[in-house]
């Protein structure tokens, strides 16, 4: 078995990354990040391997050089150009074992299955039954999940066959862009999921709220609450330490409940807090606690949060239990990703 170590040194990044013809890719995945993620993998020579997300190539001949000359690796995108320049690139450095195709990654890739290892590099709402379906049984998948149906919430997630059931073996802070149909220039700066209403400007602010199922057809309580967070009567800077944003993301599923929110304002950066539709508060990247008063019942439940978080801990992405439940849902059948503490879940 080639060692990945060994791998990461011989297969060229920058001629992937920053190769000149082609140009910079935008949104590409970071390469560390990339290759955290194939050792995670595991794949061994000879193994056929789906890959999902085609982006630069770079991840996709180090796949090649992993599973080796008997193995196969199948690369899919919703971009043309991308596989079209990935395509080039691995042929002109006369890799002949990995073929790119322009698909959607949410249905796998049927023709070359049963896969010894699937991979994605984009999240998808929830994780599609296609994948388990063209899974080997001796299979693994490693891939971002979401754990709340809103933008910015997910963990990097190794899953296993169990009796032909998924089962998450390990769990890690982490993310990737949203899936999506069609291949879009910037999916970073509006996420195109469960963003509840948009405020249109140079960069635009937009808003994800937990209650949407209690909101009117108009989104009329969303737009409230993000007008309270452009628009704040209370500001001040969290006393803590650094902010742990991964520990603080995942803790906030598990706390927050339907009130939870994550938001971007006009100037970027992002923030996760509590909402109503008629309160608003939140921390954000930088620190900064906004609220629509200093009586804000949200900045309560913000503060509330923070003194429980710290009280935990800070916990790593190991205190959480993630499990697996299933979904029936037309569009995209398959699990969510549900994590709860591990002491909820002990005895």
Avoid: K
């Avoid at 056929?48 to 599973?67: D, F, K, P």
């Avoid at 079209?84 to 049927?110: F, K």
């Avoid at 309270?228 to 944003?245: S, V």
């Amino acid at each position: 078995m080639v060692s990945p170590a060994i791998v990461f040194g011989t297969v060229p990044q920058d001629y992937y990354v920053h190769n000149v013809q082609r140009g910079e890719t935008l949104h590409r995945s970071a390469p560390e990040s990339v290759q955290r993620e194939v050792i995670a993998l595991d794949v061994a020579e000879g193994a056929r391997v789906l890959e999902i997300g085609t982006g630069t190539g770079y991840s996709g001949a180090l796949l090649a050089a992993l599973a080796g000359a008997s193995g196969r690796v199948t690369s899919i995108d919703v971009s043309d150009h991308l596989v079209d320049w990935a395509d080039r690139l691995h042929r002109r450095q006369g890799l002949t074992t990995i073929t790119c195709h322009v698909s959607d990654g949410m249905a796998g890739y049927p023709p070359r299955a049963p896969y010894q290892r699937i991979v994605a590099w984009c999240t998808p709402p929830r994780l599609p039954r296609a994948w388990v379906d063209q899974l080997a049984p001796d299979g693994r998948i490693v891939t971002c999940l979401p754990t709340a149906a809103q933008p910015s919430t997910t963990l990097i997630t190794t899953i296993t066959l169990i009796a032909g059931q998924p089962r998450v073996d390990t769990a890690i802070f982490g993310g990737y862009a949203q899936s999506t149909t069609t291949a879009v220039e910037d999916a970073l700066t509006i996420p195109g999921r469960w963003v509840d209403h948009i405020h249109r400007r140079s960069p635009p602010a937009w808003i994800s709220i937990g209650w949407r199922g209690r909101d009117d057809q108009q989104h009329t309580g969303a737009r409230n609450a993000l007008q309270l967070l452009l628009h704040p009567g209370y500001t001040e800077t969290y006393a803590g330490r650094p902010l742990d944003w991964p520990s603080w993301t995942t803790y906030t599923v598990t706390v927050g409940g339907d009130h939870r929110t994550v938001a971007a304002l006009h100037d970027g950066i992002r923030g996760i807090g509590h909402t109503s539709a008629s309160s608003a508060a939140m921390i954000r990247t930088d620190s900064t606690i906004i609220a629509d008063s200093p009586h804000s019942p949200s900045l309560t439940a913000v503060r509330s949060w923070l003194d429980q978080w710290e009280h935990a801990g800070r916990p790593a992405a190991t205190w959480y239990e993630p499990t697996l439940t299933p979904s029936t849902d037309d569009d995209l059948p398959g699990w969510d990703l549900i994590v709860r503490p591990r002491s909820f879940t002990a005895g």
